[in-house]
């Protein structure tokens, strides 16, 4: 779960934050979301899909249960595909995701989406609203920042999947541009959730 963004009750008490200093969520760049969008269209969508739920608040972790910030350190402990992702996309993938950002409606995958922030689902930014229980449901994806190389030429996100049953997984996803277009070149499983289980390395 995200950590709460600090409310202030009383700009006047002693040791609070003014107002123009609280952090506030980033904003996320309109191109991220054609990686989001293949992301969605290539690991998670089937024929049957008609509504996925998507968490508005970005992630900052690559566990469900980590409290942390990713660190370099961190990262390269897992050894993620063998090593092989080059240093300059791994220190920008850290460094966009030390904050979250929040989400627009701007995914273009052909689904209908809607967004949640915590346990409420909002309503939706586009079109009339359809009951969830109606729907082949996809729930729920939670996103990362992305992170690119210096050339922009490769790009890796973190997506996951918890669903209602508290089963799940993570992923993290490698991209590589061809010109003007973006190709997942690789994915791996970082960690899975089996039904009565913790988190767990593949």
Not at 103 to 127: A, K
Not at 167 to 178: E, I, P, S
Request: glycine share 6%; with cysteine.
């Amino acid at each position: 779960m995200l950590p709460a963004l600090l409310i202030l009750t009383c700009l006047a008490t002693p040791g609070l934050l003014p107002a123009e200093e609280m952090p506030v969520p980033s904003v996320i760049p309109a191109e991220e979301y054609a990686l989001y969008d293949q992301t969605i269209e290539s690991i998670f969508l089937t024929s049957y899909t008609r509504l996925v739920v998507i968490e508005r608040m970005t992630v900052v972790r690559l566990l469900p249960d980590q409290k942390e910030l990713i660190t370099i350190g961190s990262f390269h402990d897992r050894n993620f595909f063998m090593g092989r992702l080059p240093s300059d996309l791994v220190r920008d993938f850290i460094g966009a995701n030390r904050e979250a950002g929040r989400l627009q409606g701007r995914f273009q995958f052909g689904v209908r989406y809607r967004f949640v922030t915590g346990q409420s689902l909002e309503e939706p930014e586009v079109s009339a609203a359809v009951p969830v229980q109606a729907l082949q449901v996809l729930e729920r994806l939670a996103f990362s920042r992305v992170g690119r190389t210096l050339q922009n030429d490769q790009a890796l996100v973190y997506v996951e999947q918890m669903r209602p049953d508290e089963t799940g997984a993570g992923f993290l996803v490698w991209f590589h541009r061809k010109e003007r277009e973006w190709m997942i070149y690789d994915t791996e499983v970082i960690w899975t959730i089996r039904s009565g289980a913790g988190p767990e390395a593949p």
